[in-house]
């Protein structure tokens, strides 16, 4: 029954003992067993858990000695239990400085440590006494407009004391304030804190995830410098008395086993906080007498489970159309996270309760009673962002709408600007924006979705593109008429005629110009749910008309990672492999296939087939020459890899055989099966086994050995991980954590970690010498299918019930990228052997191949102590220059990402700046205190020049093209230093900015430098050299970054209106402007060709334009804090950036021509639209080709 149903020996056991309620599905595996009524045995199953999870009458009116997801609040003091040692460092901070900051992980316990330690231990003084309380106390959370809704909070209070200010949830400053000035006005509000005559005093609470962004600040990161407290997972002691004694304060006891076990499982879990305060709280309702007992811990679902029991009672116990409404309203209250986890959005009740009055008044009361929501005042927002990760049922609903919640959180801002604008015609939506709008909300089940306002703010924005078209349709009529008359009076004058045809060519020229651009805006709005579909559409938008947007559409396609779908396989493809050398992908799938396939082209080689059921495992030999396959029939076959014919066959499993692996020497085959409960080890050239595990050995779905061979690791059915002397069967340890389906096994390359994966929803990477969990990779949909560890080890490929692979960054936990385009579930992941690309398989019988060089991150260095404030990649581009402002520069190996650093001499010794001479001989390196170091990389040898005459700190540094000249500018100098190289000597002083430089540039021929000042940044100067003075400036948004192009005509500069400009140097006349950050442009360079421009931006993005046509190429996403540097590569195909983030990152890029580009569109997507996808999008257009045969 185990193996028919997938559940462990353990689970069906339990279950049947009567001990606890088991899961539905697993009853009804019971049921379907026996052959009993579904249907009504689901019903007593119902009725059941009705019983057993309803509160218990008795006591309704107790207290609760825990607050269940809920923050602490003031007034909990007395049940805020093991937090003393830091509310007493806290209090010491914020006494000593007058800003300082609580930083910790989403779950930590920020909030309740403000709230129910640092404001009541303020309020009562030193040792009780008034001595030390401030005068006043106010706490806030920032909101999206943060500048007008608490400007009058952050005025002092009357009296002589200090006023203290708590902002809660700091990072809203950054996930829900979308105007880069207000934020800026916000922030310089709260540094006022830091003169000591204004009499306030101001503690910020941030997610760590979202600290880098503070960086970004120069005046904010210098203020939290010294003056921060990391808010760190409890200790033991500290959880057992955040257990035991609320519980003791109302004369509760907590039995001694269930707080063991309490400490045992949150102690490594992230964030697990409010997860324990709310089983907690779940335990004490369902007591007995006096005791929270183990029993009761159980029913709850356990510290991972009882969040999800809570919120799914609730949700299964409304009537439909609450429960419609209850969806809405939970979604209304999220983020959706791009390239950052997902993040609770605080919304008026105003907003909820339009979507139906009465059933959202009746919904929100019943989640605020379930501590689901807190509803404060007008504002509701969810208890604790734990409920979006511990909620299967709210996690699905995000991910299979995530698309359609970005463009409903755009929506919703843009209808209440436009009603706060007195419904302003001018903010109403257009284009590609409407167009979006349209294709999420036109159906009217989508529609029902719509609130009042966004609804009319639509309605709007429709009527006013249908008043457009109408005009458009009367020139239009105006024109045919003119043509039809010119027709009729055909002797009239010959340039009549001509008049006529022209307007003609222009109405079609319009029509095609409209279609195109329909074509491109749909292709965007499919390209994260189907990529493919989304890459045909951009193809023949580009071909009906090559506009700004098809063109747009286009390259954003080109720059999606798929390299080919290969089709092929009539059934569920169920494993992938490549061969050693990389050359040769082998797939099988349950229609008994083994299909070869070139990996590099997606070119069919072969196809080996059987015919003894479904092919499960795959495994090259470690040379190349053998495949390994076993399947339903219980037998390993061996092929000849390069011409495909059998060579052996091996029989003695009674079972399916569902895992090999060869040995490192090759010369011994492990094969696996949870069939027959058996593991053999096979003597290859012999064809006979050598070694039989059984027993504790059974139930192995995984295998893989060890790269020196002596050790062979299997995963279960029922989750532990063996691992066994390869040379003697016996077992070494076992790893259990994992408590289901274990489908991945794998080694990194030293051995020392194993990458595992689990039908449990987790992955994991231990660290086998220990046999201890290194990192848990959560967050995952239902069951992890499949997994795959690169062989650099720094990436880990997985797939759940979202239909897409995720690749996790194995060092930080976080996800990397995720990869789009299976329509159903992804069964089998392989990474290449050298980690470039990536092949997948799954139930919708294709194999994808995916390049994950393209538009990716090739390396990150990390390590550094602070943001990566400067970098600079040598002219070969073979090292890259690097400096965190907080200590000696780095040199890193683009190869190979080793690093080694470079000492500053002085006091602090700290580098400010990095630049390398264009000979790539000589770093130079700006120093904090006036001095300019200059590093020989042949040497090593560090000669120190110009430190008696710059006296602030070396910000930026520039060489000239010709490496003759030195141009040192400081964020506090009032002028720029122009040096001789070979003399050491000032070559001209440049008086351009009283208050600072930010940013400097050479033109390529060494004779004009442009400067930007900090307090002038709405001016940038081209100095001319030769003369000593200004030749242009340009009047610009506020700057912070320039770059000359390579033939000097053209200069780039980043604005803090998130727009890069590109300005005619000949006569400082404006070329174009680039629009589309959300933030400030920080950094800007060009390629060597000119043709293309990098802009890197404060939330942490990097767009590469098309210079020529004002077009984006691609976007390249990964940091989370301001990039402050980007540098191209001579050959133009990589991009080094450096990030407040306290990254620096080398890229590919990929940029192709827009025949190529539909080139490679189309030989990777290899298919056309389907009759309904061409019905959907072409409906003029029944039949073609978009994509040439």
């Not at 605080?346 to 009361?365: N, Q, S």
């Not at 063996?722 to 990194?748: P, Q």
């Not at 070329?1071 to 802009?1095: E, M, N, Q, Y």
Request: aromatic fraction near 6%; hydrophobic fraction near 40%.
């Amino acid at each position: 029954m185990a193996r028919r149903t997938e559940y462990s020996t353990a689970t069906l056991a339990q279950a049947a003992s009567g001990d606890r309620l088991p899961s539905l599905p697993v009853a009804l595996a019971y049921v379907t067993a026996c052959g009993g009524d579904r249907a009504e045995w689901e019903r007593r199953w119902q009725q059941v858990a009705d019983q057993l999870l309803a509160e218990p009458p008795e006591d309704d009116d107790a207290v609760p000695p825990y607050p269940g997801l809920r923050r602490f609040q003031p007034e909990d003091r007395e049940r805020f239990f093991g937090r003393d040692r830091l509310t007493e460092e806290l209090v010491g901070l914020v006494r000593a400085r007058r800003f300082a900051a609580v930083v910790g992980a989403s779950g930590s316990g920020k909030s309740s440590l403000l709230r129910a330690g640092l404001i009541p231990a303020l309020r009562a003084g030193d040792e009780g006494t008034a001595r030390g309380r401030p005068t006043a106390l106010r706490i806030l959370t920032p909101g999206p407009h943060p500048a007008q809704s608490h400007a009058h909070l952050l005025a002092p209070a009357g009296g002589e004391g200090d006023t203290v200010v708590v902002v809660d949830q700091f990072e809203e400053t950054f996930t829900l304030c979308h105007d880069p000035a207000e934020r800026a006005e916000f922030i310089g509000l709260l540094l006022a804190a830091l003169d000591p005559g204004r009499r306030l005093r101001v503690v910020v609470a941030v997610r760590a995830d979202f600290f880098g962004h503070c960086a970004g600040h120069r005046a904010l990161a210098d203020a939290l410098r010294d003056a921060t407290l990391l808010v760190a997972p409890m200790t033991p002691e500290e959880l057992r008395e955040a257990i035991v004694r609320p519980a003791a304060a109302e004369g509760l006891i907590v039995e001694r086993a269930l707080t063991a076990r309490l400490v045992a499982e949150v102690a490594d879990e992230p964030g697990g906080l409010p997860l324990l305060s709310h089983v907690l709280l779940e335990t004490w309702r369902r007591r007995r007498g006096r005791a929270l007992t183990m029993a009761a811990y159980e029913a709850t679902g356990g510290i991972h489970g009882a969040v999800a029991q809570t919120a799914e009672d609730l949700y299964t116990r409304l009537p439909s159309d609450q429960a419609q409404a209850a969806r809405r309203i939970l979604l209304r209250l999220v983020t959706p996270g791009e390239g950052a986890p997902d993040t609770r959005r605080p919304a008026d009740r105003a907003e909820l309760r339009a979507d139906g009055p009465g059933e959202a008044a009746t919904v929100l009361e019943r989640l605020a009673r379930a501590r689901l929501i807190t509803l404060d005042d007008e504002v509701a927002g969810l208890a604790h962002e734990a409920l979006i990760t511990a909620w299967p049922r709210l996690r699905d609903w995000i991910d299979d709408d995530r698309r359609l919640l970005r463009v409903h959180r755009q929506l919703t801002e843009a209808a209440t600007g436009w009603e706060r604008l007195g419904r302003d015609p001018g903010a109403l939506y257009r284009g590609v924006r409407l167009a979006e709008a349209d294709e999420a909300f036109g159906p009217p089940e989508r529609a029902a979705d719509l609130i009042p306002v966004e609804e009319a703010f639509l309605t709007e924005s429709r009527a006013g593109l249908r008043k457009e078209r109408r005009r458009l349709r009367q020139v239009l009529t105006a024109v045919s008429v003119a043509l039809c008359l010119a027709l009729v009076a055909a002797g009239v004058a010959f340039w009549q005629r001509n008049t006529a045809i022209d307007a003609q060519d222009r109405a079609v020229t319009a029509q095609q110009v409209a279609q195109s651009r329909q074509l491109a805006a749909q292709s965007a709005a499919l390209l994260d749910s189907d990529p493919d579909v989304a890459s045909l559409l951009a193809v023949q938008a580009y071909r009906t008309r090559s506009t700004k947007e098809s063109t747009n559409s286009l390259y954003a396609a080109a720059a999606l990672p798929l390299r080919k779908r290969l089709s092929g396989h009539a059934d569920v493809v169920r494993s992938v492999a490549f061969s050693p050398d990389g050359r040769t992908l082998a797939t099988g799938g349950a229609d008994g296939a083994v299909r070869l396939w070139e990996a590099t082209t997606g070119e069919s080689r072969s196809t080996l087939t059987r015919r003894a059921g479904q092919v499960d495992a795959l495994a090259f030999s470690p040379d190349g020459r053998t495949l390994a396959t076993g399947g339903a029939d219980g037998r390993v076959r061996l092929w000849e890899a390069a011409t495909g014919e059998p060579r052996d066959t091996l029989a003695g499993h009674t079972g399916r055989v569902e895992a090999l692996a060869f040995g490192p020497d090759g010369r011994t085959l492990a094969s696996g099966s949870s069939f027959d409960d058996t593991v053999r080890l096979w003597d290859v050239s012999a064809g006979r086994p050598r070694t039989t595990l059984t027993g504790e050995a059974g139930n192995i779905r995984s295998l893989a050995f060890s790269p020196d061979g002596r050790t062979l690791a299997g995963g279960s059915s029922d989750g532990p991980v063996r691992l066994w002397d390869a040379a003697t069967g016996r077992t070494r340890d076992t790893l259990t954590g994992h408590t289901r389906v274990v489908g991945l096994v794998a080694f990194s390359a030293d051995g020392r970690t194993l990458a595992t994966s689990s039908y449990d929803g987790t992955a994991r990477l231990w660290d086998v010498a220990k046999g201890t969990t290194r990192r848990t990779f959560g967050d995952h949909t239902g069951r992890v299918w499949a997994g795959a560890l690169s062989p650099d080890g720094r990436t880990l490929a997985t797939s759940d019930g979202r239909q897409t692979v995720r690749l996790w960054d194995t060092s930080t936990g976080r996800v990397r990228t995720t990869l789009t385009g299976h329509t159903d579930y992804v069964l089998s992941i392989a990474f290449s052997p050298d980690g470039r690309a990536l092949a997948t398989g799954g139930l919708d019988r294709t194999v994808r191949l995916w390049d994950l060089a393209r538009g990716q991150t090739r390396l990150t260095f990390g390590g550094h102590t602070d943001g990566v404030w400067a970098a600079s990649l040598s002219p070969d581009g073979r090292t890259l220059a690097t400096t965190d402002r907080g200590g000696p520069a780095r040199l890193w190996d683009t190869r190979t990402g080793e690093s080694r650093t470079v000492p500053v001499s002085g006091d602090p010794g700290e580098a400010e700046s990095v630049a390398f001479a264009p000979d790539g001989r000589t770093l130079a390196i700006g120093t904090s205190d006036g001095r300019v170091q200059f590093h020989d990389l042949r040497s090593g040898e560090i000669i120190e020049r110009y430190a008696d005459h710059i006296r602030h700190n070396v910000d930026v540094l520039a060489f000239s093209p010709d490496g003759r000249l030195l141009a040192v500018g400081s964020d506090e100098a009032e002028d720029v230093q122009v040096w001789d190289t070979a003399s050491g000597r000032v070559r001209t002083t440049l008086a351009a900015s009283r208050l600072g430089v930010n940013a400097l540039a050479f033109s390529p021929d060494s004779r004009t430098l442009a400067i930007s000042g900090i307090r002038t940044a709405d001016r940038v100067q081209l100095w001319d050299l030769k003369r000593g003075r200004p030749r242009i400036t340009l009047d610009t948004s506020r700057t912070g970054a320039v770059a000359f192009s390579p033939d000097g005509r053209t200069l780039a500069t980043g604005g803090s209106d998130g727009t890069a400009r590109l300005w005619n140097t000949a006569d400082g006349g404006r070329r174009a402007a680039l629009t589309g950050h959300i933030d400030a442009a920080t950094s800007v360079a060009f390629s060597p060709d000119g043709r293309s421009l990098a802009v890197g931006s404060y939330e942490g993005g990097v767009r590469v334009w098309d210079v020529a046509g004002s077009r984006m190429r691609v976007a390249l996403t990964g940091h989370t804090g301001a990039v402050k540097a980007v540098a191209f590569s001579r050959d133009g195909r990589a991009l080094a950036t450096g990030s407040l983030d306290g990254t620096a990152r080398l890229w590919n890029v990929f940029l192709p021509g827009p025949q190529e580009a539909i080139s490679g569109i189309c030989g990777a997507v290899h298919r056309d639209l389907t009759r309904r996808e061409r019905s959907s999008y072409l409906p003029d257009e029944p039949s073609g080709r978009v994509c040439p045969v």
